[in-house]
């Protein structure tokens, strides 16, 4: 909101720095985020007397003038403007001037005639055609020209004859202080700030006689909706643009001018908050406003020509036939005021924040008005809005008020008080604040201090118990001037969870293993499922989707981690990095089947890589790396030909005592290549949890073994498709208890082995606990394992 | 004949010297020992001769032999003591490595930025004696928004453009739902954060991201006050920011802390002199704080009579980007092995 410091000290005589002003502002809670002076740009540009125009003597598009500006001789500008005629007052940028725009003016020589500066437009003040009536956007300002009183002389400068030397400051108020929204409330907050005497006038105005109820009956059928509808009616209207300095009070605050009437409601609505509107009285058919809820696919026009579809949920202004406006939100079209209006009704109402806000939303329409109700307006703040209003008319001799008010009032307004509790204040700030100083605060803010008794004003809804009060206190007493200290509390024990220590030491043993850890969305697109090669009957298609996502690509929550690495592998991919190593403890979110519980958010570990000369041996050595990091039970890796996102014969399953604990392996070729990436990539998949519930008891120390171990090598050969798990398994139970250790040291197909088959060579470490094992216990156990592998057709190499 | 075999023995003693002082390396040093004290050496040839001597000069001429077979053993030891440090300085110099070369191991993986960052501030937490507490992302409409004081229809919620599954289920915008489902399960003392991802309907850009995490802080018991708030906050940027840190608040509006503040700490590249990184304020706004709102401890069956407590809460990425001097936010989510690799 802007905020023309001018304005505001009409009700406040603060007159410090706008830097001092915008500091204290902040510290007091009226967050005021800059501030602008537009005649910090605009310079040596004044008003000029057209006295004389004649042709330019080389140019048959130029004209060349003689222009008073207030010095004991005229200047000389050449211009191709044709809006003007001598006798015009126009601005004139001298030689060495500045625009608006920052554009620097300088006499010069144009067809062989010297100009000696430039003429502007509205424009090259920095303006807009409704900032000065009667100004057009291709010409020259001319300031005389009859719309609107001018009263500078030539020579004056344009800053302050415009009133463009004033400082706007833009001002953000929070939510629950629509009191704010308005000049005074800020000019209350300012002279509470900097401790300034602050002062509103009561307006004033006189009416012409007549009864209001002759022209004009109210009905509110929704009382929630509409706690409060006041209306005047005024006739014998003359509709003419606005005086200068509304236009420009208006201008500072950003709000274009229409005529005097519409200039009128947001000049009020600006200075006090309080948003009003004028209804031609010819439209309001029958002489008869009711404010009730519209009829389901009732159509009506707003005043930005759009049509409006609206539903019971909206409340309407309507005469005897028709809506004329939505409430709170924007007037209708049908009941606009027009140049030729002569009798209005000026409505200053209050409605319910709620649904000024729904509506608001539905219609997709946010107005000036509709933020304002949004918010939760004072309900008696409808009465001075409307007699503001009614002394503005009178003050521009725009019309003749009727006697009488239409009031109808059904807001509730019980007069809060709250306990001063000083005392309890000082504790909870932990400050030493006076009584004397709390009430002088509380009563700068508007409120009554009577016997430690706060009178809190309707305008402050925010303020209900003694916290509200303590946080007024605080902003004004000084949140700076509140001592830091460090919380006491009692010794007790904080610290990180055992899941947390995991998911700690988890994240090292992945890094360790060569991962960067990556962070990814958690919503994806619908498509991932198709591009990973998901059946259509997938559980994992079961997925939350969002209503009103940002698009497509991420309206669903994930299921799974996979298509975030993939995604990732593949923009990497497309950078050119020539390898990519990544992990990702990532959230996926599992549907509830009840549609109103909350999903089941898991943990899943995934990291994938490609390039590097990284093949499944690789892989497999970071999957082993990790689960030995984390101290994971034996684990056994089970070949794995049907999973559709990877390849079938590189894929391997993990389990756990008999536990599946994840998935790894290259991505299916196809899957890869929906990904765009060519070549190989690897990918794991492990659920948090389940790895977590797989941890192995602790070890504990096991005596060194007293007697030798005894190394024995045994070759094999077996069927290609027999894997070494298989073969280990085997040997495993027909070595018995004295295999301490198994390891394979060579694979091998060729030329000495036949066709389909291939040879793996184990060591063997073999040892008793309690003795030297001797040649025979060695033979006999030997035996038992060849005897035993041959019978499953796994032979000795020979 | 005695003369001679003294004068050869004399002879050998000075060829020795000469010899040795040629030597250069520890073969010739072996081939030279040989030559002149080894068992076909020259000093057993001469010797070999004194059987041919009286026996009253053999054991005149022996103990001249003897004298210049040990000043001779001498010589060769310390030559040899000479040559070894000369070959081993020779060996070092020609193992010399460019020692500025890349070092061959796999490089560990890294951190990715926003969880160096983070993990920085748990660990400051846990050393105040915090724990740790998460909650959903996909949250009810309660612990979002009506626990926290904020009905619906509350104009606040605007602040906050929300993504929904259904009426009552949604995206969390903030981290503060953590702090009503903490409070209905445990009780007073409470020292909680609660860091985690949030959601707001934005458009990616430089400086939005419809997903961001947020830090969540949460201190309830006797006799909590606002100093207590700003006393914290003041020690948690100074652990987090460094021990210069400057902390301000300001007075800002939360439907469910009052009074509530915004959390300013002084530019940590001027020192809150003001310069182009902090937008010439010498303060960069980090979070927003305030002292529990006592509706939403009474809704938790807090007793208020007994109980205070302040909340506060951070966006990360803000802290991260400013940290690591990265000028868009869509980098953290890019994911780029050359970024995550650069930090």
Known sequence: ?798 | MEINIKEQLEQIRANAEKELAEIASSEELEAFRVKVLGKKGELTKVLSQMGKLSAEMRPVIGQVANEVRAYIEEKIKAAKEQIDKLELEKKLSAEKLDVTLPGKARRAGKKHPCSIVLDEVKDAFISMGFTIASGPEVEYDYYNFEALNIPKYHPARDTQDTFYFTDDILLRTQTSSVQVRTMEKVKPPIRVISPGRVYRIDEVDSTHSPIFHQIEGLVVDKGITMSHLKGSLDLIAKKLFGEDIKTRIRPDYFPFTEPSAEISISCFKCGGEGCKFCKGEGWIEIGGAGMVNPKVLELLNIDTEEYSGFAFGMGLERLVLRRYNIDDIRMLFENDVRFLESL
């Open chain 1, 1 to 798: 909101m802007n905020v023309p410091y001018r304005w505001l000290k009409e009700y406040t005589n603060v007159n410090v720095e706008p830097k001092k002003f915008s500091h204290e502002m902040n510290m007091t809670g009226t967050e005021t985020t800059g501030f602008v002076c537009a005649a910090d740009t605009i310079k040596n540009i004044v008003v000029g007397l057209i006295e004389k125009i004649e042709q330019h003597p080389n140019a048959d598009k130029l004209v060349v003038c003689s222009v008073n500006v207030g010095k004991a001789e005229n200047i000389q500008i050449v211009t191709a403007a044709k809006n003007m005629k001598e006798g015009d007052l126009v601005p004139v940028a001298l030689d060495g001037s500045v625009l608006a725009s920052g554009k620097p003016i300088n006499a010069g020589e144009l067809r062989g005639v010297m100009s000696y500066g430039m003429f502007c437009s509205v424009e090259e003040l920095g303006l807009a055609t409704n900032d000065f009536p009667g100004s057009i956007e291709d010409g020259l300002l001319i300031l005389n020209n009859g719309a609107c009183e001018f009263n500078g002389k030539p020579g004056d400068d344009i800053c302050k004859v415009l009133d463009l030397d004033d400082t706007i400051f833009e001002v953000d108020i929070v939510t629950n202080r629509p009191d704010c929204l308005s000049i005074i409330g800020v000019a209350r907050e300012a002279a509470c700030t900097f401790r300034a005497p602050f002062n509103v006038k009561k307006p004033e105005f006189t009416t012409c006689g007549g009864n209001i109820a002759d022209h004009l009956s109210v009905t509110v059928e929704d009382s929630e909706l509409c706690p409060r509808y006041m209306a005047r009616v005024v006739k014998n209207i003359k509709i003419e643009p606005s005086p200068l300095w509304l236009v420009e009070k208006l201008r500072d605050c950003g709000v274009r001018a229409i005529n005097n009437i519409v200039d009128i409601t947001n000049y009020v609505m600006l200075e006090y908050g309080q948003p009003m509107h004028a209804f031609d009285y010819s439209c309001v058919d029958g002489g008869k406003i009711t404010v009730r809820r519209a009829a389901e696919g009732e159509k009506m026009n707003t005043l930005d020509g759009q049509e409006r579809i609206l539903d019971t949920e909206m409340l309407v202004i309507a005469d005897s036939k028709k809506p004329i406006a939505a409430a709170g939100v924007m007037g209708g079209e049908n009941s606009e005021i027009k140049d030729d209006t002569k009798m209005i009704v000026f409505e200053s109402a209050n409605f319910f924040a709620p649904s000024v806000r729904k509506t608001s939303k539905k219609l997709g329409l946010r107005t000036e008005s509709s933020a304002r109700f949004e918010k939760g307006l004072d309900p008696n703040l409808t009465e001075e809005a409307l007699d503001r209003a009614c002394e503005l008319i009178c003050m521009l001799g725009a019309g003749e008020i009727v006697d009488g008010t239409i009031d109808i009032n059904n807001a509730k307004t019980e007069v809060k008080t709250v306990p001063l509790s000083h005392e309890w204040i000082n504790f909870y700030l932990n400050i030493d604040a006076s009584e004397a100083d709390m009430t002088d605060i509380l009563e700068r803010l508007g409120m009554k201090v009577e016997n430690g008794i706060v009178t809190v004003p309707s305008f402050r809804s925010d303020i209900e118990n003694k916290y509200d009060l303590a946080e007024e206190i605080a902003k004004f007493y000084g949140y700076d001037n509140i001592k830091p200290l460090f919380f006491k509390a009692d010794v007790r024990s904080g610290g990180f969870t055992e899941e947390q220590k995991f998911e700690i030491r988890l994240g090292e043993a992945l890094r360790a293993s060569g991962l960067d850890e990556i962070m990814t969305y958690s919503f994806v697109s619908p498509k991932c499922f198709d591009k990973i090669g998901l059946p259509e009957n997938a559980p994992e298609r079961s997925v939350m989707k969002i209503k009103n996502p940002l698009g497509e690509d991420t309206s669903i929550m994930r299921t799974r981690a996979l298509p975030s690495m993939l995604e990732v592998l593949s923009r990497n991919y497309n950078y050119r990095n020539p390898y990519a190593y990544l992990y990702e403890i990532a959230t996926v979110y599992i549907k509830n089947p009840d549609e109103t519980k909350l999903p089941d958010e898991k943990k899943v570990i995934c990291f994938g890589f490609y390039g590097d000369n990284g093949d499944f041996y690789t892989l497999k050595g970071i999957v082993e790396s990790i689960l030995t990091a984390m101290n994971t039970k034996e684990c056994e890796f089970i070949p794995c030909a049907d999973n559709p996102s990877y390849h079938p014969g590189r894929t391997a399953e993990i389990f756990a005592d008999g536990k599946k604990i994840g998935i790894f392996g290259q991505i299916h070729p196809l899957v890869a290549e929906n990904y765009g990436i060519g070549g190989e990539v690897y990918a794991a998949e492990i659920p948090f949890d389940v790895l977590y519930e797989a941890t192995a008891p602790e070890k504990t120390f096991k005596p060194l073994p007293k007697f030798p171990a005894v190394t024995r090598d045994l070759a094999l050969i077996c069927k290609d498709e027999t894997s070494s798990g298989e073969i280990e398994k085997k040997i495993k139970a027909l070595a018995g208890p004295c295999l301490e250790k198994i390891e394979i040291f060579d694979v091998y197909k060729g030329a000495q082995v036949a066709e389909g088959y291939k040879s793996i060579a184990y060591a063997l470490v073999l040892r008793a606990e309690d003795k030297t094992l001797g040649e025979n216990d060695i033979e006999a156990i030997m035996t038992n394992i060849i005897g035993g592998l041959e019978k499953d057709g796994i032979s000795l190499r020979k």
